[in-house]
């Protein structure tokens, strides 16, 4: 007998590197990757060029009216996996410190994470995927065989986060860093519309110590134990 392909849900916390891990599981798996925080940073990013959103404030009735114009898709075709809005390719874009400050209040709005929770369950309906986010385990794929919340210690989430926007070309102080990601934890628990949580049966990942290497072999592990348990039951 075969091993059933799963679901597994990748929760935490910001800049704990919840997408490296889910990228490099799902490559180990052979799977699908779902990078849902990119789809809200896409979505930010269009309400920012679209004059939608500023000075960590954004214009929701018109946001929520532009929707239906909003398409987000993958493109895996040239190594990693290239985020698309309408068409065009915003991988760089989505990341730069301008998108981290507004994603969070644009990911508390229900009527944009109803949109996106129907793209990412319609992804995942034929299982054999990896979904990280900040409620994949609890609302988007409550069902999932395998669930992970990631965490990490916040100075430790400071300082990869600055290294990456630094590599990146994106500038950023630590400071500034720190102040983001302490808000975006505040907005992330705090919101009424699926706020993150680790639900009971998520396996607890911290990764302050440890390298990509070493949480990759860990979750892999895990996924391992739960094909072969579904696959003796």
């Keep these: ?49 679209a004059g939608m959103a500023g000075e960590g404030k954004v214009d929701e009735k018109s946001l929520v009216a532009a929707l239906p114009e909003i398409n987000i898709d993958f493109d895996a075709a040239h190594g990693g996996n290239h985020t698309l809005l309408n068409g065009v390719n915003v991988e760089g874009e989505i990341r730069a410190m301008q998108v981290s400050n507004h994603v969070s209040h644009v990911a508390k709005i229900a009527e944009v994470r109803k949109k996106l929770r129907e793209l990412q369950q319609e992804a995942a309906g034929k299982g054999g995927v990896v979904m990280d986010g900040r409620d994949i385990g609890s609302a988007v794929l409550p069902d999932a065989e395998l669930k992970i919340f990631m965490t990490a210690d916040p100075e430790v989430r400071t300082e990869r986060r600055y290294i990456e926007l630094q590599a990146k070309g994106n500038p950023a102080t630590r400071a500034a860093v720190r102040e983001n990601i302490a808000e975006r934890d505040r907005i992330d628990t705090g919101r009424k519309e699926n706020p993150l949580v680790r639900v009971p049966e998520a396996r607890l990942l911290d990764n302050s110590s440890l390298t990509p290497e070493e949480q990759l ?4 592990r895990w996924a391992r134990e739960v094909r072969s348990g579904l696959k003796e039951a």
Excluded: P, W
């Design 1 to 49: 007998m075969t091993e059933r392909e799963i679901n597994i849900a990748v929760d935490g916390h910001s800049s704990t590197g919840k997408s490296t891990l889910a990228r490099q599981l799902a490559e180990r798996l052979r799977y699908r990757y779902i990078d849902t925080g990119a789809m809200y940073r896409a979505v930010t990013l269009y309400a920012l060029n």
């Design 217 to 220: 072999e860990i979750a892999a």
